[in-house]
Each structure stands twice: as C-alpha cells, then as structure tokens.
C-alpha cells in the first residue's frame, strides 16, 4: 500500500514539476508549448469567422479545435492532479479561466454556434507573466497592479463625476438640438456626448444650432482633459510606487554583470546568478 502511495506522489511530483515549475526545462518548455497552443486557438477562432477561409478549411478547423480542446483537457485534469490540495486551483483566477476555455467546444454538441466562445482562451494569454518570471518584469508588473489599487477611489469617484456631467450635457444637448436634428431621445443625446466626449466622433449625429455647436466644442475641449486625469492619477501612483520600491533596494552593481536594483537582502545577482557583495 505504502509503495504504490509513494508511486503516486512521485508521479503528482513529476507532474508537478514539468506543470508549475518554472525554473526547470521541462516546465519552460511545457509554458512555451501551452503559449503556442492558446496562440494557435485563438487564431483558428478568428479564422473560423471568416466566411471564404472557413468555407474552404470548415472541417480543418474544426478537427484542429477538437484536439487543442482535449489537450486543454488532459492538461486541466493534469493540473488537479498534480496539487495535493486541487480545490486551490479550482477555484483560483486562473483555474476558472482554464476551465471555461475548455468548456465551449463541449457545448456546441449541444448548443450551435457556441464554438466561438472558445476566444475566452485568450484570456490563458495571461500565462504569459508566469513564463516570464524575471524579477525586473515581476517587479514593474507589481508596481502597476499596485499604483491601480491604490488609485481605485480616486478613479472612481472621477468616473462618477464624468457620468453626471454625461447625464446633465445629453440632456442639455436634447432640449437644445431637439429631434428634429437627430437627438430624438435623452439616451441618444447621452449616447452623442459620450462619443464626443471621447473624442471617437462618429458623426452619425452632429448639432446644427449655434447653441449646439458651441456646447459640442465645450465637450470636445473636456473631452481631451478627461482623457489625461486619470492617466496623472495612475502615473503619480507608479512615481509614488517606484520611489517606495527604490528604498527597499539597493544601487551597488553586481561584480559580474553590473546590473542594479536588488532587494537589500539579496544574495545573489536577479541576473546572472553572482554572489553579492553589501558595503
């Protein structure tokens, strides 16, 4: 009993390494080959809308798709498996996404046209930070999820302050332009202040009173003020972010590669490997 127990913690350990490892060959490799499979679904998805190619590739495809969708499979069992404790994974961002990429191909023997939605693995793309696992990219990844966070209530209460003013010029625009010039309703006023705001401008509708035409360029001029606000909010949050990282390094080189920028309890070189020296 004990040695077939241990058999199977062996394999959940080669399983393990080859899945989540990142620092061996094996687990670089099997994260390259997974990049390249959700690159290739997502684009046969693509593929598949287009009318002459699919007409001409229909079934192609569609084999194609079936295969990615049992590899996806196996992998997603494989990566229960491989855990000692797998509801972890399950229910994690990452879980849930792997299983709904896997889920589309499945429904469409029952429900048609639901093959498409297997575009929600390019959501698996996002893999693409755990395969980079550099500490300079993990840094500036971290630096940026924080200074969003930290920016959230500052975002927010902008946001809700853009949808008033929305609100209160739509419905100007309407008592102003009236429907005899297009703005035949509040939302389709609103619906013209956000475009502009926006500075997409789909001309599809377009004040003709002088009134509407001066409170058009009061919106466009805002619009572009909008735009930077909260970019100033988030790049005062990475400065703010950077400066409170910078103080929790240090500057010295390393002796072999001369690069900067390690934790002050760093031993070793992010880069090469070297063993640190500390003034």
């Known amino acids: 009993m004990s040695t077939t127990k241990s058999k199977w913690e062996s394999f959940q350990q080669k ?5 989540y490892g990142t620092n061996t060959y094996a687990g670089r490799l099997f994260d390259l080959i997974l990049l390249g499979v959700i690159l290739l679904s997502v684009i046969l998805v693509m593929l598949e809308t287009v009318q002459g190619f699919d007409a001409k590739y229909h079934t192609e495809i569609i084999f194609l798709e079936w295969i990615i969708t049992f590899f996806f499979t196996i992998e997603y069992i494989l990566r229960i498996i491989a855990l000692k404790k797998p509801w972890k994974y399950i229910f994690s961002f990452y879980g849930i996404i792997d299983l709904i990429a896997t889920l589309p191909m499945y429904l469409s023997l029952f429900l048609t046209g639901t093959s498409v939605l297997t575009i929600v693995r390019a959501f698996r793309l996002i893999r693409l930070f755990k395969i980079l696992n550099h500490p300079q990219f993990t840094g500036q990844s971290i630096h940026l999820i924080d200074a969003l966070y930290a920016s959230r209530g500052r975002i927010f209460v902008f946001i809700y302050f853009v949808l008033i003013s929305t609100v209160f010029i739509g419905s100007l625009m309407y008592v102003i332009e009236g429907a005899e010039n297009g703005f035949t309703s509040i939302p389709t006023s609103i619906y013209w202040t956000i475009v502009t705001l926006t500075t997409v401008g789909y001309g599809d509708i377009s004040p003709v009173t002088p009134l509407g035409q001066f409170l058009a360029s009061f919106v466009m001029i805002l619009g572009y003020g909008i735009i930077a ?8 949050e990475i400065a703010l972010n950077s400066k409170k990282g910078a103080s929790k390094t240090q500057q010295n080189p390393c002796s072999n590669c001369g690069i900067e920028g390690h934790q002050k309890e760093a031993r070793f070189c992010f880069n090469c490997g070297s063993e640190l020296t500390h003034d």
């Open 15 to 19: 399983i393990n390494i080859v899945i």
């Open 229 to 236: 606000v909260p970019t100033g909010i988030i790049t005062s």
